[in-house]
């Protein structure tokens, strides 16, 4: 019933847009190179790895794959991230998070050359975005988000946005972007309390917990705008969001809208992370 914000069309036009970029970079002898590195094998770093190489050999994008153990030190991984940092065919690195626990994640997203940081993952990058300052990159999803509202012409200005999840990979880079672009934003978070009370509030909800359908009818009316982040696997091993989609999009009703797991914002974070390699490909030239 409600409106479908399927990925697909947003990511036409991002290719679109993306495709004679990269003509005119080849024609000049650089070949779009992204890096992507992998600790371990979780499904959902595997679910990106795959659709972010399709799309690379689709758009004439070149991918670098580095991959370690689960168990791999901080040391190796830092020892990647030094080769990918020196490479200068290497426009762009994807380096997926969470990482292990025993490693100190911050210190390794902070050692990635900022002009290399297409996901926004290093402080400076996400300095930029808090700050607002234009400089750096955003986190893929987290512009995603955004591409996707404004491809549909859902307004952002003056709306009531609650954003669930604070986590550093897309809940506050994505409440800072909402917030530039004049939403009035709640984050909540698992210590909120009646979270849905807020929700209910909201024109726009963006649902970022990682929670396999953990959001269902009780925290949304009709009309709404939904947003929903989570790449999840449940017990059988389907993919599904954060949104318990089968009873939440039928309430939405027809003013209602919905990005759908898969065929959502999946496939607009990969069309972004193309984009952003492509900038500093070009950047490169100048
Ligand atoms: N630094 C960092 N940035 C991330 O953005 C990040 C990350 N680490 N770690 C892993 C998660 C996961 N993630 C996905 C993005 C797109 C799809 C995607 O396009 N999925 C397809 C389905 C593909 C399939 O069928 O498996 C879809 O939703 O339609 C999946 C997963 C980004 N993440």
């Not at 987290?142 to 509202?149: M, P, Q, S, V």
């Not at 917030?179 to 963006?206: F, K, W």
């Not at 929670?211 to 017990?235: H, K, S």
């Amino acid at each position: 019933m409600a409106k479908l914000l399927t990925g697909k069309e947003v990511s036409s036009a991002i290719w679109e847009n993306l495709m004679p970029r990269i003509d005119r970079l080849r024609a000049a002898g650089v070949a779009p190179t992204l890096a992507i590195v992998r600790v371990g094998e979780r499904p959902d770093d595997l679910s990106y790895e795959r659709t972010a190489t399709k799309r690379a050999d689709t758009l004439g994008i070149a991918v670098r794959r580095f991959e370690l153990p689960a168990d791999a030190t901080q040391a190796q991984l830092e020892e990647v991230v030094d080769v990918v940092n020196t490479d200068e065919a290497i426009h762009g690195c994807l380096l997926f998070r969470p990482l292990p626990v025993a490693m100190d994640e911050r210190a390794v997203c902070d050692r990635l050359a900022p002009e290399k940081d297409i996901d926004g993952i290093g402080s400076a990058s996400l300095a930029g975005v808090f700050a607002a300052t234009g400089e750096g990159f955003p986190p893929a999803t987290a512009r995603a988000c955004l591409e996707t509202l404004d491809f549909y012409g859902i307004p952002v200005a003056g709306k009531r946005v609650v954003v669930l999840g604070r986590s550093l990979v897309i809940g506050r880079p994505v409440a800072m972007m909402l917030l530039a672009r004049h939403a009035t934003v709640t984050l909540a978070h698992s210590r909120t309390e009646d979270a849905a009370a807020h929700t209910r509030e909201a024109d726009i909800v963006v649902c970022a917990t990682g929670r396999a359908r953990a959001f269902g009818p009780e925290y949304f009316v009709p009309g709404q705008t939904v947003l929903d982040v989570g790449i999840n696997f449940d017990d059988d091993g389907n993919l599904c969001g954060d949104v318990d989609f089968d009873a939440v999009e039928p309430l939405l009703g027809p003013e209602g809208a919905i990005t759908p797991v898969p065929r959502g914002l999946g496939g607009v974070t990969t069309s972004v992370t193309m984009a952003h390699v492509v900038q500093t490909a070009e950047a490169g030239q100048r």
